[in-house]
C-alpha cells in the first residue's frame, strides 16, 4: 500500500455515532437531502408525463397508488419535514446565531457551539418528521 | 545495572497494578507493507494511566518498533492526537480509566497521510494553517516607534482567547466529515484559526483574510457537523468560530 492521504471517505461520514447526536443531524441531512433530490428529478419525470396522454397519466399516477408507492411518499414527506426544520436550524447556525458566546473555556470543554437549544432542535425535527409520516400514513391508508 | 532492572524502573505503570487491558495497536509501514495490522498487548493500568503511558509501556517492553510521536504529556503541544476507540483524541490527556472498555484500539488519526504505525504527517494542516494569515496584519507595530502598547480591555480579549488556545494537534480536521471526502478543504483548524484574527481588536487584516476563505474549498465547505468541537481537547469550539466568520461573509455581522 503507497502512502496516501488515509481519508475516511464516506465510510467515515456514513458512521454517524461517533460524534453524538449533531454529527447524526448533518448524515440525515445528507441523506434526506440527497433523497429529496432523487424525489424531485422523479417528480419531473413523472408530471411530464401528462404530454404523452391522459391514459400515459393515469398508468404513472397508478405507480405511487400501491402500498409500496404510500410508503415511498411516507419517506418523502418524512425527508421534506426534517430537511425543511433541520435546515432553519443549520442556517441560523450558518450566520452566527444560536452558536453561543466566546469565552474563556473551562474544563472539560463543552462547547457552546453545540449547545443544548441545537439539540433540542434536533430533536424536535426528527419529532416533527415522525409526526408528519404518521398522519401521511393516516391519509394514505386509511379509508 | 542490568538491562531488565533499568527498563523496570523507566516503567511508568506500577508493577503491582492489578487491571490490565488490552491495547490494540494499529501497525503500518506504508514503505514495507500492504495494509494496516492490529497487533494485541496487555499492559497493566492504574487509574491515572493515560493510552500515551500504555503505549509508552508496551514500546519499552513489549515492542520496541511502535512508532508514537510525543513531547509534553500535558495537552500543551499537540503531538500525541490519535485515534482511540474510534475517536480523536490526544492520548496524553486520556486516561484509560475513563474509557470503560477492555479493549482500548489506538490509530493514526484519519485525514492525515500516515508516516507509521501512529504516526501522521501534518504538512497540509500547518500549510493550511499559514494560508490564513495567523498574525496581526496592521501597518505600523509596538515595536516600531513611537513605542506604544495596542490597548486591549478584557471584554476585547474575550472575543478571541477561547481560539486561541489552539495547539494544533489536528484532531478537529481528523473528526471533520468534510475533511474525510475533500483534500483541498481548508479544514476547521485553519478556519478556526482565521477567526481568532479577525476577532482580534488589534488586527486590520479581517476583509484580506475573509477573501482567502471565501473559496469553493474554504468555508462553503463546512456544513456545521459540529464534531471539529466535540473532539477538541482545549475547548477552542471551531465550529462557533466557523459560523461567525460565515455571519460576516453574509452580512449578519459587522
Keep these: ?143 | 545495572m542490568s538491562e531488565t532492572t533499568f527498563a523496570e524502573e523507566q516503567s511508568s505503570t506500577e508493577v503491582s497494578s492489578s487491571k490490565t487491558v488490552t491495547l490494540r495497536i494499529a501497525k503500518f509501514n506504508p514503505d514495507h507493507d500492504s495494509g494496516q495490522q492490529f497487533v494485541d498487548f496487555k499492559v497493566p493500568y492504574e487509574r491515572w494511566t493515560t493510552v500515551l503511558d500504555a503505549v509508552l509501556d508496551v514500546k519499552k517492553h513489549l515492542d520496541h518498533s511502535v512508532a508514537v510521536r510525543y513531547s509534553c504529556r500535558q495537552a500543551s503541544c499537540g503531538s500525541c492526537g490519535m485515534k482511540i476507540n474510534g475517536r480523536p483524541r490526544l492520548a496524553c490527556f486520556t486516561k484509560i480509566s475513563e474509557l470503560n472498555s477492555d479493549v482500548v484500539t489506538v490509530e493514526p488519526m484519519n485525514n492525515y497521510p500516515i508516516i507509521r504505525d501512529l504516526v501522521v504527517k501534518l504538512d497540509q494542516m500547518f500549510e493550511n494553517h499559514k494560508k490564513v494569515q495567523p498574525f496581526l496584519l496592521r501597518e505600523d507595530s509596538e515595536i516600531t516607534g513611537p513605542t506604544k502598547e495596542f490597548n486591549q480591555t478584557p471584554e476585547q480579549l474575550e472575543e478571541y482567547i477561547q481560539f486561541a488556545n489552539c495547539i494544533k494537534c489536528g484532531l478537529c480536521n481528523s473528526a471533520c466529515p468534510t475533511m474525510a471526502t475533500d483534500s483541498s478543504f481548508l479544514g476547521p483548524q485553519a478556519l478556526g484559526q482565521a477567526y481568532r484574527y479577525v476577532a482580534d481588536n488589534r488586527d486590520k487584516g479581517k476583509n484580506s483574510r475573509l477573501k482567502i476563505i471565501d473559496d469553493s474549498h474554504g468555508i462553503w465547505r463546512c456544513h456545521f457537523a459540529g464534531s471539529c468541537s466535540q473532539v477538541c481537547p482545549k475547548g477552542v469550539d471551531p465550529a462557533m468560530g466557523i459560523q461567525f466568520l460565515r455571519g460576516y461573509l453574509l452580512g449578519f455581522r459587522k
Design chain 1, 1 to 143: 500500500m503507497k502512502r496516501n492521504d488515509n481519508r475516511e471517505g464516506i465510510k467515515g461520514m456514513a458512521n454517524p455515532g461517533r460524534y453524538g447526536i449533531e454529527r447524526f443531524a448533518y448524515w440525515l441531512m445528507r441523506i434526506t437531502g440527497l433523497g429529496l433530490l432523487a424525489y424531485l428529478i422523479g417528480h419531473v419525470y413523472e408530471t411530464s408525463n401528462i404530454i404523452n396522454g391522459k391514459s400515459a397519466w393515469e398508468n404513472m399516477l397508478s405507480i405511487t397508488q400501491t402500498t409500496e408507492g404510500h410508503v415511498f411518499l411516507t419517506l418523502v414527506i418524512g425527508m421534506c419535514v426534517f430537511h425543511t426544520a433541520n435546515g432553519i436550524r443549520v442556517m441560523l447556525g450558518h450566520g452566527g446565531y444560536g452558536v453561543g458566546k466566546p469565552a474563556r473555556p473551562d474544563y472539560p470543554y463543552t462547547p457552546a457551539s453545540q449547545n443544548s437549544m441545537h439539540k433540542l432542535c434536533i430533536y424536535a425535527s426528527i419529532g416533527i418528521a415522525a409526526l408528519a409520516m404518521m398522519y401521511g400514513l393516516s391519509v394514505l391508508f386509511g379509508e
